[in-house]
């Protein structure tokens, strides 16, 4: 909150209290007002003696009078002191003061079928009030909405199954995806529009660093509403050329200790087919990526069949009217049939053989595996910067069952899969910091893996991701968590001095 900003508020409580102040005077005075000759629906007199007036016994006009006293204190104290503290009470207090505010309108226009000028006027400063709260303390309130989504709502939420829930989420996003009046309301409020976070990375602009990793939208159902809710990118799948239910249940499990989430989905999605079905059409207003992979079928057994099968879904995208801006080539799911994988050199090669081959004009991301030493991937790295790839992204899963940060009795109950979140994080971060070492120049690198904060994203940044993706910091942080990110990410770049967050790609 500015100065001036400031100064104005101040000055609307101040108008506030003087109107609840003179209509506390009619109220014990018991003069009957009559406001100005108008004519219709206005009758001050009508309303302020109505049995609507008071509320357990005490004039509404008096519990006006001390919620503007209390704002006029809270606000000074909110600006002086910079404290979460009086901004989150300041949130509050004007948010129900708003409420409030909406329920006696309701009254005098529908129940007691007369207007109060002076009342009008309150309920007027009030919603002014809570708009420029909101606005003027918006990181204040996206980690007051992540206070209440953790202590809350996710431990509603984590009382019911995983997939459940993430199936209910996705369909209500879809939902809210088709208004365009709910996600032009979002978008006011959650993105982050500034220069400092936009790039232009192989021929694609980005209006912020952040991104919906595959995964998580493999049923195509967000693209609508992942640009209003802050996203700068977003990947839809993984996506194969024959459509797959889903490994047996249970496949999603949470860890909460862990701060990780269970994954044996095994590339369930809708096949390319319906997908492209699904998404010709859409107009995007973020850019949106396809993640693809190979069938997770029994009945691809060998290297050759599972190339081929990749092949047919990167060549009915290309044919299609779908208005894609970008490819991610997942090569590391852990969690399907056979033991076909194209970590060797010999099978990455052929496979980048036969997509090269499509003349593909979009850019390329290859997903990578986090388990594999420097070595490998070094070697795997030089690879594929044989070919038109123009960026790799680290990484996906974590297999190592052993691993310190995960919590012993958590994985005795946990079932057959790999894990996202914060056991992929160090050592998404040492690949991150190795392909940036290596290969700055050649390969735009996106870090994937245990970001839950915007100081997670930057250190990202900072060790060589110019973008970073997410799914499982937004499940155990809450929805909100993407905007909040974009907002501190551009404290901290101020902090280091920073005009563009290009600028902090690789300096540690």
């Not at 409030?100 to 000028?117: G, N, P, V």
């Not at 021929?203 to 952040?210: A, E, K, L, M, Y």
Request: charged share 15%; with cysteine; glycine share 8%.
């Amino acid at each position: 909150m500015n100065l001036l900003t400031f100064l104005s508020t101040l000055g609307l409580v101040i108008t506030g209290f003087f109107d609840a102040r003179y209509l506390t005077l009619v109220h014990y005075k018991k003069i009957i007002l009559v406001c100005h000759q108008i004519p219709l629906f206005v009758d001050c007199g009508k309303v302020l003696q109505s049995s609507y007036s008071t509320m357990f016994g005490i004039p509404l006009a008096v519990l006006g009078l001390i919620n503007y006293s209390v704002l006029i204190i809270i606000i000074i104290l909110a600006f002086i002191s910079q404290k979460r503290f009086f901004q989150y009470w300041l949130i509050i207090q004007t948010k129900i003061g708003f409420i409030a505010s909406l329920y006696f309108m309701f009254l005098q226009l529908f129940i007691i079928k007369s207007l109060c000028l002076y009342c009008t006027t309150s309920a007027v400063i009030s919603t002014i009030l809570f708009i420029i709260v909101i606005f003027s303390f918006k990181l204040a309130l996206l980690s007051l909405i992540g206070i209440i989504y953790k202590l809350i709502v996710k431990r509603i939420l984590f009382l019911f199954d995983p997939e459940f829930i993430h199936e209910s989420m996705t369909g209500f996003g879809e939902t809210l995806g088709k208004s365009r009046l709910i996600t032009k309301f979002l978008s006011q409020y959650l993105i982050t529009h500034h220069q400092s976070l936009k790039q232009s990375l192989a021929g694609i602009n980005f209006n912020n660093p952040v991104g919906l990793a595959a995964g998580f939208d493999y049923e195509a159902k967000l693209t609508q509403i992942s640009n209003a809710i802050g996203f700068g990118f977003q990947t839809v799948g993984t996506i194969t050329n024959l459509p797959y239910e889903g490994n047996p249940y249970p496949r999603l499990g949470r860890l909460p200790r862990s701060q990780s989430l269970l994954v044996n989905k095994g590339y369930k999605n809708l096949g390319t087919n319906k997908t492209i079905q699904k998404l010709e059409g859409l107009n995007f207003a973020l850019p949106i990526g396809v993640s693809i992979g190979r069938t997770n079928s029994q009945k691809l057994v060998t290297q050759k069949e599972s190339i081929t099968d990749i092949i047919q879904t990167f060549t009915k995208f290309e044919k299609s009217k779908v208005q894609h801006q970008y490819y991610e080539l997942n090569i590391s799911c852990p969690n399907l049939f056979g033991n076909i994988s194209f970590y060797p050199a010999k099978n990455l090669k052929e496979l980048l053989i036969e997509i090269e081959k499509l003349q593909i004009k979009r850019p390329i991301f290859v997903k990578m595996p986090i388990e594999k030493t420097n070595q490998e991937t070094l070697q795997m790295l030089k690879i594929i910067s044989q070919f038109n790839i123009q960026g790799v992204i680290f990484g996906n899963l974590q297999k190592d069952r052993k691993h310190p940060t995960l919590n012993p009795d958590e994985i005795k109950a946990a079932g057959k899969g790999n894990f996202s979140g914060k056991p992929t994080w160090s050592r998404s971060n040492e690949l991150i910091k190795l392909a940036f070492r290596n290969y700055r120049k050649r390969f735009v690198i996106i870090g994937c893996g245990g970001v839950f904060s915007a100081e997670d994203a930057y250190y990202k940044i900072k060790l060589g991701a110019s973008l970073v993706q997410l799914i499982t910091g937004m499940i155990f942080q809450g929805p909100q968590l993407i905007a909040q990110i974009n907002s501190e990410l551009l404290k901290l770049l101020e902090k280091d001095g920073f005009n563009n967050i290009k600028e902090a790609v690789g300096i540690i």
